[in-house]
């Protein structure tokens, strides 16, 4: 069985504060591991994944992420907030090559 | 705008009716996926095409739901005499199996019954 737990519901941070979001996850094998977004009335969007290759990720607009196999866990970090990255934060897991298994999401608020 | 396109985006219906979504992958995507997503929660996998080809499918997608990718482009979703906890958010995305097959998303359609 595969899955994730995001460990916080709600994050708020402050605009030019860093941003972590915790992620664990659950896996029988080597996983494959993503952080996806979602702005109100956006698509899903792919902001990093994790594939083996390297346990620090980097993705786009500043995010990055670290695959920690002896903690089960891909926390998604970012040195500074940006009020455009309020949105809610997916973290996933996939062994099967196609199904993507959604945690259940992590709001992130930034206020000014 | 060559992402991922769903029609309808919004559509209310009484309980009993029978819905059918569209989506539109990526052009030469050649796997099309389809998610559920309720209010607060993760999107939940329903099922898979390759191509024409439905290779998976959720135990999430009961008798009522059927899908369709008939000549390997777009597909269909319907839901046969729809129920209140049909309510949600139905998303589609597609990828290349050859191109890193990172999973692109539609904007969805968000069913209520009534």
């Known amino acids: 069985a595969q899955s994730v737990t995001q460990l916080d519901s709600h994050v708020s941070v402050s605009e030019g504060t860093p941003v972590l979001l915790r992620c664990n996850y659950s896996?029988?094998?080597?996983?494959?591991l993503f952080w996806y977004v979602q702005h109100p009335n956006k698509g899903l969007q792919l902001l990093l994944k994790?594939?083996?290759?390297?346990?620090l990720v980097k993705g786009i607009n500043g995010f990055e992420a670290e695959f920690k196999k002896s903690e089960t866990s891909f926390h998604l970090t970012k040195p500074s907030a940006h009020m455009s990255d309020a949105a809610e934060y997916f973290c996933?897991?996939?062994?099967?090559?196609?199904?993507?298994?959604f945690g259940k999401g992590t709001s992130l608020l930034v206020t000014p | 705008d060559t992402g991922v396109s769903q029609d309808p985006r919004h559509k209310i219906t009484k309980r009993g009716q029978n819905v059918t979504f569209r989506c539109d992958p990526i052009?030469?995507?050649?796997?099309l996926y389809w998610y559920r997503q309720t209010l607060g929660q993760g999107p939940e996998f329903l099922t898979y095409f390759q191509n024409e080809a439905q290779l998976e499918k959720s135990r999430l997608l009961s008798d009522r739901f059927s899908a369709e990718r008939p000549k390997g482009s777009f597909s269909t979703l319907e839901i046969q005499r729809t129920e209140q906890g049909d309510s949600a958010m139905y998303l589609c995305a597609s990828s290349h199996r050859g191109l890193g097959n990172e999973q692109f998303f539609g904007p969805g359609t968000r069913l209520t019954v009534l």
């Open positions: 052009s030469e995507h050649n796997r």
């Open positions: 994790y594939t083996s290759a390297a346990t």
């Open positions: 996933v897991v996939s062994n099967s090559g196609y199904a993507l298994n």
């Open positions: 896996s029988s094998y080597s996983p494959s």
